[in-house]
């Protein structure tokens, strides 16, 4: 959709954007008082093959903003 190389696919080389997670558990929590607040329930979220949260919890700084190839 966005037409970056190497994304949207799952196999050796490409660039892994994963999240895990349990659809029964995940749950908005932001609202008026506080719209940053993190939603809860993704287990994992790994940014360019390395974990940047873990059990909501931020464990690295892998990613960076990705803009619309041409």
């Known amino acids: 959709m966005l037409r970056i190389a190497d994304r949207g696919v799952v196999r050796a080389g490409a660039i892994a954007d994963l999240v ?25 979220v790994v940014l360019n093959g390395r974990p940047a949260f873990e059990d909501g919890e931020r464990v690295g700084c892998a990613g960076r903003l990705l803009r619309r190839g041409r």
């Open 20 to 44: 895990l997670f349990d659809p029964g558990r995940v749950r908005a929590r932001s609202g008026y008082a506080d719209p940053l607040a993190q939603a809860e329930g993704f287990d994992l």
